[in-house]
């Protein structure tokens, strides 16, 4: 007997998935704005080129350690991305004529007003600018998420309760809800790509400009079944 039931127990259909309790509907919301950006990603790169590699690195590290130093005093955060010697051939004769050193590297900063007295100096000093991108911080751009975040999940609310009216319901149960926000937008005025470096020169006029952010909701609502006549 007891055989038996631990036979009956193992054949036990699992259990059905719960049935609505009422009518589900889909909903999505977004909320968007624009904010200020207030910090600057500058990007360059200092070249040698010759015959003989010792030459090559001395001439980068001359530029690289001239940068750092005028770099030393301002409020920025300087990183080296990447350096890389690669020979240069000629392919008609299938032989190396020289070498190439290349150097990269970034500065990130948030004092934006003096941004176009730096760039013009290590310009004058042998970089050459690859660009400059204004976009909105970590720090402020958490800050209008959290905001946009609430106006968006009030506009869901919303429209929850457009669908609860239009279908006679009176109240509705949120059974899901997702949140996501998409990468900030940096329009074409916060960014600029630049060449060769220019002579001396008054400094560069350049506008921060703005981004926009943008977050969305969407989940699932729950409104009580309700029987409406057939016309």
Do not use: C
């Not at 909320?31 to 001395?58: C, H, K, M, W």
């Not at 299938?94 to 760039?119: C, F, H, Y």
């Not at 899901?176 to 990468?183: F, K, V, W």
């Amino acid at each position: 007997m007891r055989y038996l039931l631990i036979l009956s127990l193992l054949f036990i259909p699992p259990a059905l998935a719960e049935e609505p309790a009422g009518t589900r509907v889909s909903i999505s919301a977004q909320a968007e704005a624009r904010a200020t950006n207030d910090e600057v990603v500058v990007s360059f790169r200092i070249i040698a080129e010759g015959p003989l590699p010792r030459p090559l690195q001395q001439e980068v590290n001359r530029i690289s350690q001239a940068v750092d130093k005028r770099l030393a005093s301002e409020k920025l955060k300087l990183k080296t991305t990447d350096r890389r010697m690669e020979p240069q051939w000629d392919r008609q004769h299938n032989r190396r004529i020289g070498w190439r050193l290349e150097q990269t590297a970034e500065a990130k900063s948030q004092d934006l007003d003096v941004v176009p007295e730096w760039v013009q100096a290590i310009e004058e000093l042998g970089v050459q600018l690859q660009g400059v991108s204004y976009r909105v911080s970590s720090k402020a751009s958490r800050a209008v998420q959290d905001e946009l975040r609430k106006q968006a999940v009030a506009s869901f609310r919303a429209k929850a309760a457009t669908m609860a009216k239009a279908l006679s319901a009176p109240s509705y149960r949120v059974i899901s809800l997702q949140t996501a926000q998409a990468q900030p937008v940096y329009p074409a005025r916060g960014r600029m790509v630049m060449g060769m470096a220019m002579e001396a020169a008054e400094p560069p006029a350049m506008q921060a400009g703005e981004s926009r952010i943008s977050v969305s909701v969407s989940g699932e609502i729950e409104l009580p079944f309700r029987d409406f006549p057939a016309r």
